[in-house]
């Protein structure tokens, strides 16, 4: 699809134009040229974004086998805070893997939208839309095939929201150490370690009103 010639989305309104990003820190590597071209894709296809939503809870929960990542599914609740509400869209670092998506609950897919060779943008719509006031449960899944290795896996969040909680699933062989990381919104923001968990086949955090930013679980094998 080809970018229209509309005004550049400015950088600080990226995040509310997106939504949450799947995948982040993958993310967090992207060159400053493609989050441009992101902006231009998104924009140019007038996609749905996060504004008039309240983020309640988000529960993003992973499955890891031999070291690859297997899938990812978000389980979203949110509250509207404008009438029409229509849906949202995700980032998504391909990484070298195949990926799918499918809507669970509460959403249908819509728009699949190439960024470049590395990159996708994935359209999710409320089914159906929201009124002002509503609240929507809303839960979807990503399935990647391939073998690349992955040490980390997190969630991007654009808004605040009142419960956020990350799981790892291990099947087969565990890491050596885990911990949890956070990075904040800014640009220059750094990333720093918040604490060690022991390591178990399922590792969780729990996380009482996240601000924004990139909170992720990173591991050692």
Request: glycine content about 6%; proline content about 6%; charged content about 20%.
């Amino acid at each position: 699809m080809t970018p229209t010639s509309r005004p550049e989305i400015p950088a600080t309104e990226l995040a509310q134009r997106i939504g949450d990003a799947i995948r982040p820190a993958v993310q967090k590597a992207w060159t400053s040229d493609r989050v441009q071209m992101l902006r231009r894709v998104i924009q140019g296809a007038h996609m749905p974004n996060a504004s008039g939503q309240k983020l309640l809870t988000a529960h993003h929960e992973v499955v890891m086998a031999n070291r690859a990542e297997r899938s990812a599914t978000t389980t979203l609740v949110v509250e509207s805070t404008a009438e029409d509400v229509r849906g949202w869209s995700i980032s998504v670092d391909l990484a070298q893997q195949q990926v799918s998506a499918e809507a669970l609950l509460g959403c249908r897919l819509g728009r699949v939208i190439p960024v470049d060779e590395g990159a996708q943008v994935y359209e999710f719509l409320f089914e159906p839309p929201l009124a002002k006031g509503d609240n929507r449960r809303t839960q979807h899944r990503l399935t990647f095939t391939g073998d690349a290795e992955c040490t980390t896996t997190g969630y991007s969040l654009s808004r605040p929201a009142q419960l956020l909680t990350l799981t790892v699933n291990f099947e087969g062989e565990q890491p050596k150490k885990v911990w949890q990381t956070t990075k904040g919104a800014q640009e220059d923001a750094e990333t720093k370690v918040v604490q060690e968990l022991s390591v178990a086949p399922m590792v969780e955090v729990v996380l009482s009103n996240p601000g924004p930013g990139l909170h992720a679980l990173e591991w050692e094998w």
